[in-house]
């Protein structure tokens, strides 16, 4: 999820939880809470300021007195009202301005908690969401939280180990908190179940949202600073801005995908080799075709005979491949992040190390429509008695997406044993078309049918088709 959305998901599991429009807590533990997020003390003031700017009728509804002291700038870290205030503070609360402040800021209060939650090094979508639930119920000052995200990074980093670190912690509140732990968990469910391949694109994906970070301007600091942010970092080493950072590039995309457990995290290529090899994922073979989302190692020495063996030195997370041709996006490629292309077995190949996607799928690939036979294949087909008869047959081939009459004149061609089969072209009809469904080529039918131009075919232009 992005950002917005994340806010949008958890802001309403605290909405759950808090207030609504017109709420007013008079003490909240020695100040006034108000609105959908029981916004406290000086918080509170803040957002009622914001609606009289917005609300015209402000100062009727509020009486003079109070009017006059929220429009001050008077401070409510210690501030309790009475009934009668209360009153008068969910009116304004409830108008139209009232509640359009409320929702812009619901949602700037949620996103800026999953800023400071993703500040500690939390990327798991359901754990983001459990973290700014906590901290709104908590206060913006709590240093809990911080200690409960550095807990759950020790382990899996998802909304279970932050529920699991909260017990651990903290005895308050738990009640909710385990509330929000089976909510946070059953709506992430429901968003994580993807295929291997989706799992592969989102990784692709992540990678190429980094595109033109670079040295020069220091927007590569906050891929450095996501690989720092989770604990233990691996041999104990933070990555220094200055640093080569390939291998770092690599591991910020596991992180930052939430699919660290298999891309690997390491900030020395080396290093990170070891790690697939003892996890049974190195693939030495250059030959080797890989898929999108899998990890290539580069050697600048490699002499292009025999199998390159020596240390690696640059890193990069492969795109996908094309006609041979493998793209890659690295980091630290220039000092920044950038593609390169690459053959398959080419030169300074080392080798790939190989994400387990499968075991993180939650969901099976779906099986690849059948290739479509071509007309004569079908019309064999037919001649042997496999498609019915009369309507039954036309029925069934149209079903299939098979032109019933291109079928019936290759029937024939077979029938009438002359071996000649033909197609009249029809309108928006190409000859590579035409090719690919008579299970011929091209020059096959340019030759036959002598055509000079094989872009130029007419509507009604009989065709041989061999």
Known sequence: MKINELAVTAA??????EGNYGSVNKNDNGAVSVGRLQWHGGRAAALLKKIISAEPDAESILGGALYGE??????WAARIVTAAEAAKL???LTTKAGKAAQDEQAIADVESYIRKGQSYGLTDAGALIYFADGVNQYGTASALWKTIAAEALKGAGDVRAMYEATIKHTNKYLTRRKKVYEKAAAMQEKEDTMTEKQLREKAVNTAKAWTGCKESNGTHKKIIDLYNSVKPLPRGYAVKYNDAWCATFVSAVG??????????RECGCGAMIDLYKAAGRWQENDAYVPSAGDVVFYDWQDTGRGDNTGYPDHVGL????SDSTIKVIEGNKNDAVEYR?????????????LPDYKSMATEPEEPAAPAKKSIAEVAREVKAGKWGNGA???QRLEAEGYNYAEVQAAVNALMNGSGVATYTVKRGDTLSEIARKHNTTVAALAKLNNIKNVNVINVGQVLKLR
């Open 70 to 75: 929220i429009t001050g700038g008077a401070n």
């Open 318 to 321: 492969v795109c996908g491949v």
């Open 341 to 353: 292309d690459l053959p398959v077995n080419g030169r300074y190949i080392r080798g790939y190390g």
């Open 12 to 17: 309403g599991i605290i909405f759950d939880n």
């Open 392 to 394: 039954d047959r036309k």
């Open 90 to 92: 969910k009116a304004i």
């Open 255 to 264: 992180i930052a995908a939430g699919l660290s457990r298999i891309i690997l």
